[in-house]
């Protein structure tokens, strides 16, 4: 299994910024997908959460009707789309899957939003 988050960067405050991960090595479409992030000196959280067709997603209350979250599963590829991006959406951002009930994790993309 292997995940691979990109996308990450510097932005401006009401900017906006496109995560990617890239997962191979399991069937993708038999999946549900998440991402979460982990800013410094904190616990990480649940952003956001697809079904494995993509028909039902669900957010964390602090990024709703800022992100949205989506897959391609023809690219075995999950987005994070971030609009609106404020000073505290500064984090490392994950992927994850949880198959046969053990999660896996990508590396991390940094986002800092910073005037």
């Known amino acids: 299994v292997q995940l691979v988050e990109s996308g990450g960067g510097l932005v401006q405050p009401g900017g906006s910024l496109r995560l990617s991960c890239a997962a191979s090595?399991?069937?993708?479409?038999?999946?549900?997908m998440s991402w979460y992030r982990q800013a410094p000196g904190k616990g990480r959280e649940l952003v956001a959460s697809?079904?494995?067709?993509?028909?039902?997603?669900d957010y964390g209350d602090s990024v709703k009707d800022r992100f949205t979250i989506s897959r391609a599963n023809d690219k075995n590829t999950v987005y994070l789309q971030m609009n609106s991006l404020k000073p505290e959406d500064t984090a490392v951002y994950f992927c994850?899957?949880?198959?046969?009930?053990?999660?896996?994790w990508g590396q991390g993309t940094q986002v800092t939003v910073s005037s």
């Open positions: 994850n899957a949880r198959i046969y009930l053990v999660d896996r």
């Open positions: 090595g399991f069937a993708f479409n038999d999946y549900g």
């Open positions: 697809i079904s494995n067709l993509g028909g039902s997603t």
